[in-house]
């Protein structure tokens, strides 16, 4: 159980994401008991042992199937009718994803970004706030949340995206945000939303097509103006917006695919 532990502890601080099984509840004859758990990998690679066999097979797929959904789940199994297994007992197996909180890259440490680091990290997300503004960034309070001080371009080259990166495009400048937003939009993401007004949204929408930037299909998966519409004002008003956003995407997406509510 130490191992198995310690191994959990690698996963996380190297920044990859396991699924634990545990067996919560025993009926019958059963081939391991309450309390016994196994360490599933993105790879499939396990670590301790619930019981082996078929019923050992089902739980590894259902436990890569938690870690694609980072949703934990109970499941029930019923060893002679699922799985041919003579001993006839039946198991409830609670699998939980841990490690790897989604990352959330922040362009623009001004108000409403670092009060969107702020509130992302109550949410479960890993903020990282890049700005070249190295004023802006003391003013992050939060020693969790990752700065980056570096100008949007160096920025782009030192970030690599995939499909659980989730980008919030906020910076001083209309132009940087079209730059930003033009290099992440052909890039994997799991959320890509831009801050601005509805004139901004439009002819950002408008200089893309026309300049071939992307494609309307593209730009569908923007989420501009950024946030939930609630009618928002203040930074913290907006940042709130933002996360409830994130929050939705984050619990409804299915990892092979970005979604970006409408």
């Not at 690679?45 to 590894?60: F, Y």
């Not at 939930?228 to 709130?240: F, M």
């Given at each position: 159980m130490d191992q198995l532990y310690r191994t959990i502890g690698r996963a996380m601080d190297a920044g990859r994401i396991?699924?634990?099984?545990?067996?919560?509840?025993?009926?019958?004859?059963?081939?391991?008991?309450?309390?016994?758990?196994?360490?599933?990998?993105?790879?499939?690679?396990?670590?301790?042992?619930?019981?082996?066999?078929?019923?050992?097979?089902?739980?590894?797929?259902?436990?890569?199937?938690?870690i694609a959904s980072r949703t934990p789940q109970l499941f029930k199994h019923d060893l002679l009718h699922q799985h041919g297994m003579c001993c006839g007992g039946s198991v409830h197996i609670f699998i939980e994803p841990v490690g790897h909180q989604p990352r959330l890259f922040i362009f623009g440490a001004g108000h409403t970004g670092r009060a969107l680091a702020r509130y992302a990290l109550d949410a479960g997300f890993e903020p990282y706030v890049i700005d070249d503004r190295r004023e802006h960034l003391a003013l992050l309070d939060d020693e969790r949340v990752q700065r980056?001080?570096?100008?949007?371009?160096?920025?782009?080259?030192?970030?690599?995206?995939?499909?659980?990166?989730?980008?919030?495009?906020?910076?001083?400048?209309?132009?940087?945000?079209?730059?930003?937003?033009?290099?992440?939009?052909?890039?994997?993401?799991?959320?890509?939303?831009?801050?601005?007004?509805?004139?901004?949204?439009?002819?950002?929408?408008?200089?893309?097509?026309?300049?071939?930037?992307?494609?309307a299909e593209e730009l569908e998966r923007v989420d501009m103006p950024i946030g939930?519409?609630?009618?928002?004002?203040?930074?913290?008003?907006?940042?709130?917006s933002i996360v409830a956003r994130l929050i939705q995407v984050k619990n409804t997406r299915n990892l092979s695919t970005a979604c970006i509510p409408a």
């Open positions: 396991a699924a634990v099984c545990t067996v919560v509840d025993t009926r019958g004859s059963t081939p391991r008991k309450t309390g016994s758990k196994m360490l599933v990998h993105e790879d499939g690679r396990i670590v301790g042992s619930i019981g082996g066999g078929a019923l050992e097979k089902r739980v590894i797929a259902d436990a890569l199937a938690v980056m001080p570096l100008g949007h371009r160096q920025a782009l080259q030192a970030v690599r995206f995939d499909d659980r990166s989730y980008i919030a495009i906020m910076t001083y400048d209309h132009a940087i945000d079209r730059e930003v937003l033009a290099h992440c939009i052909t890039r994997p993401f799991a959320y890509l939303g831009m801050m601005g007004s509805r004139r901004k949204v439009e002819l950002t929408r408008k200089h893309f097509l026309e300049g071939g930037i992307a494609t939930v519409e609630i009618a928002a004002h203040t930074p913290e008003e907006i940042a709130i």
